[in-house]
């Protein structure tokens, strides 16, 4: 990852919480590690639609069906211009131009 690049996160508070025993929790710990919800906006989503349709477009063996909630998450980093931090780094890799992806367990 570039040192210039501002780190941030996107997070989906539901996939998170797999792994926690209370909303509480996970809010605690998120805050912990200096994560933070980061909203939505025009750009982003339009872009998620942009990435949505080509990525429809080019569907063939081996695509899934449900990504477009992945392509949201995806825009909302490149939009305010932060890495996204994700154990499923394959379905964002050469979606979003410039976007840093991150996948913890392979750094």
């Given at each position: 990852?570039?040192?210039?690049?501002?780190?941030?996160?996107?997070?989906?508070?539901?996939?998170?919480?797999?792994?926690?025993?209370?909303?509480?929790?996970?809010?605690?710990?998120?805050?912990?590690?200096?994560?933070?919800?980061?909203?939505?906006?025009?750009?982003?989503?339009?872009?998620?639609?942009?990435?949505?349709?080509?990525?429809?477009?080019?569907?063939g063996d081996g695509?899934?069906?449900?990504?477009?909630?992945?392509?949201?998450?995806?825009?909302?980093?490149?939009?305010?211009?932060?890495?996204?931090?994700?154990?499923?780094?394959?379905?964002?890799?050469?979606?979003?131009?410039?976007?840093?992806?991150?996948?913890?367990?392979?750094?």
């Amino acid at each position: 990852m570039k040192a210039s690049k501002k780190l941030g996160a996107i997070q989906v508070f539901a996939e998170a919480s797999a792994g926690m025993n209370s909303a509480e929790e996970l809010r605690l710990a998120l805050d912990e590690l200096g994560i933070a919800d980061l909203q939505a906006n025009d750009e982003g989503l339009f872009s998620a639609g942009q990435v949505f349709k080509e990525y429809r477009r080019s569907k063939g063996d081996g695509k899934k069906d449900g990504v477009l909630p992945d392509f949201m998450i995806g825009a909302v980093a490149y939009a305010k211009g932060v890495a996204l931090i994700t154990l499923n780094d394959k379905d964002f890799v050469n979606k979003f131009r410039n976007l840093d992806v991150v996948n913890p367990i392979k750094v």
